[in-house]
């Protein structure tokens, strides 16, 4: 009897509102995304070209600078449990919801060394150094156009597999070498130029 003579006190509108308050809000619909099809068209035509756009629009993030990004700061893992790949070929999927293509291969090398020889070594004067891809994908916009999500090209990177390089010499100045760099810039003068083999 009181929530009746509440819900009479209450203007018109408000008391409807007061009898659905155990519903959920009607919220806005959203963008339906693109159909597979149409993604993989648009896709298609952008990947044709991308080896020829690559070097004008890439930026390498800071994580792609790297030397190795699955590889902790130290080079060895932080933890016993973290146990990275031991194999120059290992692959990981790596997923994003926003782009497309949603599934990507992505190589991870050794922390440490590199297998050389025969039998596949592990040399640690080499360390494993990832090599890396272009590729474009399309990546979804917070923009819709027609209720549906509207889709973006973008350039990536994308490491492919592994290669060895040397490691850097821990003192460059002490084995490396041979002369007195500062020493040696004294003795030329302005006008002289390097022998030229």
């Not at 004008?56 to 016993?80: K, M, V, Y």
């Amino acid at each position: 009897m009181l929530v009746a003579g509440f819900l009479l006190a209450l203007p018109p509108g408000r008391a409807a509102g007061a009898l659905r308050a155990g519903r959920r809000p009607a919220r806005p619909r959203g963008c339906a995304d693109r159909p597979e099809e149409l993604l993989e068209q648009l896709y298609g035509r952008l990947a044709v070209g991308v080896l020829g756009a690559f070097h004008h629009t890439l930026q390498l993030e800071p994580r792609e600078q790297a030397r190795n990004a699955s590889c902790p700061a130290g080079g060895r893992p932080a933890d016993r449990r973290f146990r990275p790949p031991t194999n120059l070929r290992s692959v990981s999927i790596s997923y994003d919801p926003a782009r497309y293509p949603k599934y990507l291969p992505e190589a991870y090398c050794l922390c440490r060394g590199c297998l050389t020889g025969l039998f596949g070594e592990e040399d640690f004067r080499f360390r494993s150094a990832p090599v890396y891809v272009p590729a474009v994908v399309l990546r979804r916009t917070a923009a819709c156009a027609g209720g549906r999500a509207v889709y973006a090209e973008d350039y990536v990177t994308v490491p492919v597999g592994c290669t060895c390089v040397p490691e850097p010499e821990k003192d460059a100045d002490s084995i490396n070498s041979s002369i007195d760099k500062q020493a040696a810039k004294l003795l030329l003068g302005p006008n002289d130029e390097p022998a030229r083999p």
